[in-house]
């Protein structure tokens, strides 16, 4: 592929627009890749005509991570007060879904990605504060940065879904070095917290033909199984992760040598 058919299919520029929710449906595992970006009125997820759906979760459950500023999530009559990098996953079977701004003039910025689910999980708050926190990496490999963990079968459970957020230390550019696969599974990162003139290179492509795209604040990029998923920055960056496939092990993945890749 050239560097536009690249970005054409697996890039997902522009994904916050405020005022409005987008929606992306892959088929990738049918993922649903979106934001929710309210502004002066409320917004609510309603059913998308692809989905064949009566509403949006009748099939499917949801993970969402606030990057913007100070929010609220209502779900079927429940409020949930979202601070910046709060995070949220409802179930398959939640029917009303509706998202806010505390201030129009900070807005929240919902990221939300959805996977089919074929149970029903409860509706669970996530905060950093109560995140299974790893520091990982090292600073002469200019890799220290902690993951924190929201869904996963030692957090928050969830039928397929597996998320969270990765913040890098002042000083690193390098994420998930040395790269890896994982067949069962695919990944989509969402890059925030960048500066807008700063960039990640994004490595993917199979380890012995890699690829790379350049993505900018608030992008995300779409990971099949078969690829590997690295990046380094021009700064410091944070990102979300989040997988759905056949196994939700968080350590299951196929390591790549670095001298190896091509």
């Known amino acids: 592929m050239t560097t536009e058919e690249m970005r054409a299919h697996f890039l997902l520029p522009d994904l916050f627009l405020p005022g409005a929710i987008q929606l992306t449906l892959t088929d990738v595992d049918r993922a649903i890749v979106g934001s929710a970006m309210p502004a002066s009125a409320p917004l609510t ?24 500023g100070a929010g609220r999530v209502t779900v079927d009559e429940s409020v949930y007060a979202m601070a910046p990098l709060d995070g949220l996953y409802l179930g398959r079977g939640t029917r009303d879904i509706r998202f806010e701004s505390v201030s129009a003039a900070e807005p929240a910025a919902f990221y939300l990605l959805s996977y089919p689910a074929h149970a029903a999980y409860p509706t669970a708050h996530a905060r950093k504060a109560d995140a299974e926190a790893v520091p990982l990496g090292e600073t002469a490999l200019c890799n220290r940065r902690t993951i924190y963990k929201y869904i996963h079968p030692r957090g928050i459970r969830s039928c397929q879904l597996v998320m969270g957020f990765t913040v890098l230390e002042e000083g690193s550019a390098w994420n998930t070095m040395p790269p890896h696969t994982h067949e069962r599974r695919s990944e989509i990162y969402l890059y925030f917290n960048m500066a807008e003139e700063a960039r990640v290179f994004h490595f993917m492509g199979s380890p012995r033909e890699t690829r790379h795209l350049l993505l900018g604040n608030r992008e995300a990029v779409i990971s099949p199984a078969w690829s590997i998923h690295a990046g380094a920055g021009t700064a410091r960056y944070s990102f979300c992760w989040g997988m759905g496939g056949e196994n939700q092990t968080f350590e299951d993945m196929d390591a790549a040598s670095v001298a190896e890749l091509r």
């Open 45 to 68: 997820l309603g059913p998308a005509p692809e989905l064949r759906a009566e509403y949006f979760l009748e099939r499917r459950e949801l993970g969402i991570l606030n990057i913007g």
